[in-house]
């Protein structure tokens, strides 16, 4: 009887075991991350309608008469999609900590790079077969790589990135976890644990940190001098994005 009693108070104290999500609270949870995704996508937009603004209004100063002047051409925005990239990041990162691994799973996967990106897909936090979210992979500021197309993302399974990587599936950087000097742990500090970054910028980075802020910070920020490549691994002169690897 008094063994009885103990094991009661025992199941009393660990309270209930946790419940898997009902039908309605997985239904809240997928229109939650499709209205994140049509902020991102109202951001971008915008972002585009103001780059055709500005394209109208430069025209429409230079209307009349013809000139015989040379127009020097207008100078190269450095930071053009960074205000994309930014939402798309914070999708990225509202995406990974909204995600509950199932039990014995770690909460922060063993994976380094961008098999840490593609660890959403993987869990299915971005669905392998819809377009729209998979193309947040891809930084608007990229110019080495487009979207392949959702069938390049079937094989995007947490079985494969154990073994192999995935370089053309995404331009951001990851986190560096599969090492146990860099993993992410209880004591890691949210604001300044970098899970992603966009160094698609010739002056700066993007970067996702665990606390879901993305920052953008310049060379000084980062650590670098003027001349020193913006790289993440453990070669960059970068301490921030030594944590993190672009491969």
Known sequence: MRLL????????????????????????????????????????????????????????????????????????????????SREQLKYLLYLYRAYKPPAGAPLHPALDGKRFVLYLVAVNQLERTNEGPLKMLFSPADKALAFPGTASYAGVTLEALAQRSFPALTSYAGRRNAGKELAITATSAPDKTALFADISFSDGALVGFLDGKVRYLNRQGLGLGPTDPIVAGPTSKSPLLQTLSSE
């Open 5 to 84: 009693s103990c094991l009661l108070a025992l199941a009393l104290l660990a309270g209930p075991a946790p419940l898997p999500l009902s039908a309605d609270e997985a239904t809240e949870a997928a229109k939650e991350r499709e209205i994140a995704a049509l902020q991102v996508e109202v951001t971008r937009l915008k972002a585009e309608v103001a780059r055709l603004e500005a394209l109208v209004a430069r025209l429409s100063s230079g209307a009349g008469a013809p000139s015989t002047t040379p127009v020097a051409p207008a100078p190269a925005d450095l930071n053009q999609g960074q205000e994309s």
